[in-house]
């Protein structure tokens, strides 16, 4: 299986593509400028799919023998040659990728910032448990006889924190960089998405993501004459997001029972009342896909944004962690030494 490309590099494919198709250049020729142009993993795609719209296959289906595209970039080059506005698809396709970079980029530092943190705070516990503190409980215990009994027990409360906190330390650390690794492989960030919209910290945020895309999806779709029902279904067949896929299901049942697109996403409660209501005014006044398309862009603001939140929340905790975890580990080896240094 060939590896995927990275959501940087579909970025930058998708919208030097779009560009060139904005300034009149054909398709082929396009994507063979490209390839010409780039090197790595990334030219090899774009070759290959010159070679292939050369032999007589359409864009998706040259994109797809490369290997190099994950399922959903696939199912937008086929909506797009579907809609006949493959420029525009890109475009926003490019816009959706960056957004995607950007998310991953800073989830990568908020992960391995802290994870870099853990390691040198495991290093810092494991000398105080396995070293400094033996060495005290050995001088306490020659001066009272016994440590358990006498009113420095606390120095073995201490060092239980210690251990607890080293053990703790050591878990979090290896599924901070198990996350780090997941984040370099396509799959990878599938199974982190996936993971996303369970958690409740960021299953909002998930959500609003994957509606910025279906609304992309059917704004492209409806400007391009697309019947609405024929629409929906391509959509939900593009969405990976569990729970949304399944709403969808319900809202297509009700648009076979006559309900409209706008109205069927409104009931099923797809949308935010705020969008629904923003969705059935540009329905009503004849201007469904403009709305799509504005909502996208909103939807889309909306989740990175949560999604930021989220991550700006999590280094701070992690960071508390080490400090209370440390600071009390120390302070349980230094007020007993603070009173024998008193009584002296």
Same mark, same amino acid.
């Given at each position: 299986?060939?590896?995927?490309?990275?959501?940087?590099?579909?970025?930058?494919?998708?919208?030097?593509?779009?560009?060139?198709?904005?300034?009149?250049?054909?398709?082929?020729?396009?994507?063979?400028?490209?390839?010409?142009?780039?090197?790595?993993?990334?030219?090899?795609?774009? $070759?290959?799919?010159?070679?292939?719209?050369?032999?007589?296959? $359409? =864009?998706?289906?040259?994109?797809?023998?490369?290997?190099? =595209?994950?399922?959903?970039?696939?199912?937008?080059?086929?909506?797009?040659?579907?809609?006949?506005?493959?420029?525009?698809?890109?475009? /926003?396709?490019?816009?959706?990728?960056?957004?995607?970079?950007?998310?991953?980029?800073?989830?990568?530092?908020?992960?391995?910032?802290?994870?870099?943190?853990?390691?040198?705070?495991?290093?810092?516990?494991?000398?105080?448990?396995?070293?400094?503190?033996?060495?005290?409980?050995?001088?306490?215990?020659?001066?009272?006889?016994?440590?358990?009994?006498?009113? +420095?027990? +606390?120095?073995?409360?201490?060092?239980?924190?210690?251990?607890?906190?080293?053990?703790?330390?050591?878990?979090?650390?290896?599924?901070?960089?198990?996350?780090?690794?997941?984040?370099?492989?396509?799959?990878?960030?599938?199974?982190?998405?996936?993971?996303?919209?369970?958690?409740?910290?960021?299953?909002?945020?998930?959500?609003?993501?994957?509606?910025?895309?279906?609304?992309?999806?059917?704004?492209?779709?409806?400007?391009?004459?697309?019947?609405?029902?024929?629409?929906?279904?391509?959509?939900?067949?593009?969405?990976?997001?569990?729970?949304?896929?399944?709403?969808?299901?319900?809202?297509?049942?009700?648009?076979?029972?006559?309900?409209?697109?706008?109205?069927?996403?409104?009931?099923?409660?797809?949308?935010?009342?705020?969008?629904? /209501?923003?969705?059935?005014?540009?329905?009503?006044?004849?201007?469904?896909?403009?709305?799509?398309?504005?909502?996208?862009?909103?939807?889309?603001?909306?989740?990175?944004?949560?999604?930021?939140?989220?991550?700006?929340?999590?280094?701070?905790?992690?960071?508390? =962690?080490?400090?209370?975890?440390?600071?009390?580990?120390?302070?349980?080896?230094?007020?007993?030494?603070?009173?024998?240094?008193?009584?002296?």
């Amino acid at each position: 299986m060939k590896k995927m490309l990275s959501s940087a590099q579909i970025h930058v494919f998708c919208g030097s593509i779009a560009m060139m198709l904005r300034s009149g250049v054909p398709l082929s020729q396009a994507a063979a400028m490209f390839a010409q142009d780039t090197a790595g993993p990334l030219g090899t795609a774009a $070759g290959a799919i010159t070679s292939a719209l050369e032999g007589g296959s $359409g =864009f998706a289906e040259a994109a797809e023998k490369t290997g190099a =595209f994950p399922p959903y970039a696939l199912g937008v080059f086929r909506t797009a040659e579907l809609s006949g506005r493959l420029d525009e698809t890109l475009e /926003r396709l490019a816009e959706e990728y960056d957004r995607e970079d950007r998310l991953t980029q800073r989830l990568k530092t908020t992960l391995s910032y802290p994870a870099a943190l853990l390691i040198m705070m495991c290093g810092v516990l494991a000398v105080l448990v396995f070293f400094v503190l033996p060495m005290f409980q050995g001088v306490y215990t020659s001066i009272t006889g016994s440590l358990a009994a006498s009113s +420095y027990a +606390y120095v073995l409360a201490a060092a239980a924190v210690g251990r607890t906190s080293l053990v703790l330390c050591v878990l979090v650390s290896a599924v901070l960089l198990a996350l780090c690794l997941l984040l370099r492989e396509e799959t990878g960030r599938g199974k982190i998405r996936a993971r996303m919209e369970k958690i409740s910290p960021t299953r909002k945020a998930s959500y609003l993501l994957a509606l910025s895309r279906l609304t992309d999806t059917l704004a492209t779709l409806l400007s391009s004459g697309t019947d609405p029902d024929e629409a929906m279904e391509l959509a939900q067949q593009l969405t990976e997001h569990r729970g949304l896929k399944a709403a969808l299901g319900l809202c297509r049942e009700q648009m076979d029972q006559g309900a409209g697109l706008a109205a069927a996403l409104v009931q099923g409660q797809v949308l935010p009342p705020l969008y629904g /209501r923003m969705l059935l005014g540009g329905s009503e006044s004849g201007r469904l896909a403009e709305t799509m398309e504005e909502l996208s862009r909103r939807l889309g603001r909306e989740a990175e944004e949560g999604l930021c939140a989220v991550m700006d929340r999590t280094e701070p905790i992690l960071i508390g =962690f080490l400090t209370v975890s440390v600071g009390l580990t120390l302070l349980g080896v230094m007020l007993p030494l603070l009173g024998i240094l008193g009584a002296v």
